[in-house]
């Protein structure tokens, strides 16, 4: 099994940068890939970032030029790195885990909330 856990969230004016964690416990080796989500009031969850074992990336077109992912096997953690925040980015940020334990599995962290206040 793996476990995830967020920590980074909170209040932050337009323009400004926050920083998410995702701190990963249990059978690492077998996580393929890793991500964020968001999910805003009255709306469904969306893909903001994902990396896989490898290191490649890939960003929403709505956050490219504005945010970063990123891993550090060494801690076991991903980032997301969250420059020049806008409204639109409000929302609660999940880290997420792809792997395999005999079959294809995800999980989910707890979610974290991210408000960009105008």
């Known amino acids: 099994q793996v476990q995830l856990v967020e920590s980074g969230g909170g209040l932050v004016q337009v323009g400004g940068s926050l920083r998410l964690s995702c701190a990963a416990s249990g059978s690492l080796f077998s996580i393929n890939a890793m991500g964020w989500y968001r999910q805003a009031p009255g709306k469904q969850r969306e893909l903001v970032a994902t990396i896989t074992r490898g290191g490649v990336t890939n960003l929403a077109d709505s956050v490219k030029g504005r945010f970063t992912i990123s891993k550090d096997n060494a801690k076991n953690t991903m980032t997301l790195q969250m420059n020049s925040l806008k409204p639109e980015d409000t929302a609660v940020y999940y880290c997420?885990?792809?792997?395999?334990?005999?079959?294809?599995?995800?999980?989910w962290g707890q979610g974290t909330l991210v408000t960009v206040s105008s």
């Open positions: 997420n885990a792809k792997y395999i334990l005999g079959t294809s599995r995800e999980v």
